[in-house]
């Protein structure tokens, strides 16, 4: 309301004076238009924004935000992107401070946070847990003047009604906004070493007014205070009489609530998708509005208009989940009725097909019994003949137990050799190993050894890494002592026997001695 009637106080004065109509304007003013300015000059130009391409720059910025932070659950319409306009004018200024006033949820915090964001400046808000105090808020403050007047950077330091626990804090802002510093805050030795590393740049840029002085004008330069307040708040007017820099220093901008026209947009916003299947759904949104506007008297905020509309939507979708659920319900008993009444049809049609062939299948088991009595003398020939069989069986049972008494004999002889590369594997020394291990790469015959012994292992990873990390197990002795070389497949086996056969010479004992101690039991491991 306030800004029609200003609208129509310009409106008239234009009429009056130089006859001319109230100019619509489309665009906004903003440090991020295209300029032909320096991009990296300290105070920025503003410049003109279509109000669509300013939208979608700022909803980019929002993007890259919530990529890299959290969710601001923003929305680009009605005043929010005037405000993100103003803020970013007030921020662009060298020391430009705001002084935010307005009721819960018009979106002052997450304006800052994200014009702060789009202008690559840093952000501080004090986290305030049980026990802060004005110890802990001198700390951070520290903290920021590090940053603004020893680091040269741009802060912008947000506070918020909650966050003023004592009354010394708000007297602290009002110091840091009149005078750029804020007397005891540092101890002589504590301000010393913090402007040390000033002393150098004092020099370099010609700064006549003192180290100390050299500090202040960076904080005053880069320190942008942004005070988020609430005019209901009981502290609120006192706040702002005893402490003048709030208005001095500040630029002020009054954000009470939102427009009609921002709540309809919003309630489309948040509610389109639930509503997309009513007729009414613009009437819906514009009850909720009243709603919301006849609570205002008795303490309602935009932030509980938001809550209205999740509410709404909540308890909208809720019972249209609980209607749909009933009604897939009734049409699934309907469908069940549907494919009984058809199945019983079904089962009718099928119930006369069975009795003709219940007929018929009588007719054909008169037919196999006359078959199975004579195949039942036909039985006492086969059984004859089976005899046959297992005499047949006896005898080459007896003939395998013959063969496996020779294979038993011959494994007797080879089983000394398993035993013996056994003994030659637990003789290895740590030392040897370590022998191994200290290669960069192994010597040729100590490699095909070990291509050997892993192979046999089932494991084909030949490669050195692979070999160092297998010797380097410390069940690795254990492995080959307790290796069941039944489990090894006719694969590996052909595999390994090649492997042999191509590197004989490599596993020769008098060779393999000669390149490794821990080789050649491993060598003789693998021919065993």
């Not at 910025?61 to 932070?69: A, C, H, I, S, T």
């Not at 430009?96 to 808000?125: C, E, P, Q, Y």
């Not at 009437?283 to 709404?312: C, D, M, W």
């Amino acid at each position: 309301n306030a800004v029609i009637k200003v609208d129509l106080m310009l409106s008239k004065i234009l009429k009056s004076q130089w006859d001319m109509a109230m100019p619509q304007i489309k665009s906004f003013y903003s440090t991020w238009a295209p300029t032909s300015g320096d991009d990296k000059a300290k105070v920025k130009k503003l410049g003109t924004f279509p109000t669509e391409d300013f939208k979608a720059h700022v909803a980019q910025g929002l993007m890259m935000y919530e990529r890299e932070f959290k969710d601001l659950h923003m929305h680009f319409f009605g005043e929010n992107l005037e405000h993100i306009a103003h803020v970013d004018r007030v921020l662009s200024k060298p020391g430009g401070s705001l002084l935010l006033v307005g009721r819960s949820g018009v979106g002052r915090v997450n304006a800052v946070t994200l014009t702060a964001n789009m202008s690559r400046m840093k952000i501080f808000t004090p986290n305030i847990s049980r026990g802060y105090g004005l110890k802990n808020f001198k700390i951070d403050l520290r903290a920021v003047l590090q940053v603004a007047g020893v680091d040269n950077e741009p802060i912008v330091l947000l506070m918020e009604d909650h966050q003023f626990v004592e009354p010394a804090f708000i007297e602290y802002i009002n110091s840091l906004l009149s005078a750029g510093e804020v007397p005891g805050l540092y101890t002589p030795e504590e301000l010393d070493l913090a402007l040390t590393p000033l002393k150098e740049q004092l020099a370099q840029e010609g700064f006549f007014g003192g180290l100390f002085g050299y500090f202040v004008s960076r904080v005053r330069q880069n320190l942008h205070v942004a005070l988020v307040m609430d005019p209901t708040n009981k502290d609120f007017q006192m706040r702002c009489e005893s402490n003048p820099a709030l208005f001095t220093q500040c630029a002020l901008q009054w954000w009470e609530a939102l427009s009609t026209e921002t709540m309809q947009q919003l309630g489309k916003s948040e509610l389109g998708e639930t509503l997309r299947e009513i007729s009414g759904a613009d009437q819906i949104i514009n009850h909720l509005i009243n709603l919301h506007e006849s609570s205002v008297p008795r303490g309602a905020t935009p932030k509980t208009f938001n809550t209205l509309l999740e509410t709404y939507k909540k308890v909208f979708e809720g019972k249209k989940a609980g209607l749909e659920a009933r009604k897939n319900t009734l049409q699934g008993g309907l469908k069940k009725l549907e494919e009984a009444a058809e199945h019983v049809d079904i089962l009718s049609q099928d119930a006369e097909k069975k009795r003709k062939l219940v007929t018929e299948k009588k007719q054909q088991a008169d037919e196999a019994m006359t078959q199975i009595t004579a195949a039942l003398s036909a039985a006492a020939s086969q059984r004859e003949e089976m005899r046959q069989v297992r005499e047949k069986l006896t005898e080459e049972g007896a003939k395998l137990s013959e063969r496996k008494d020779e294979i038993t004999a011959k494994l007797s002889k080879v089983q000394p050799l398993l035993d013996e590369a056994r003994a030659a594997v637990g003789s290895i020394k740590g030392s040897d190993i370590n022998e191994i291990k200290s290669f960069q790469q192994p010597p040729q015959l100590v490699g095909h050894v070990l291509e050997g012994v892993l192979q046999l292992l089932g494991n084909f990873d030949l490669s050195w890494a692979n070999m160092k990390k297998f010797i380097s197990k410390p069940s690795f002795k254990d492995d080959l002592l307790h290796f069941d070389a039944h489990n090894v497949t006719e694969k590996i086996r052909a595999k390994v026997e090649a492997h042999l056969q191509a590197k004989a010479a490599s596993f020769e004992p008098a060779n393999i001695a000669r390149a490794s101690k821990a080789a050649a039991p491993l060598a003789a491991w693998v021919k065993a």
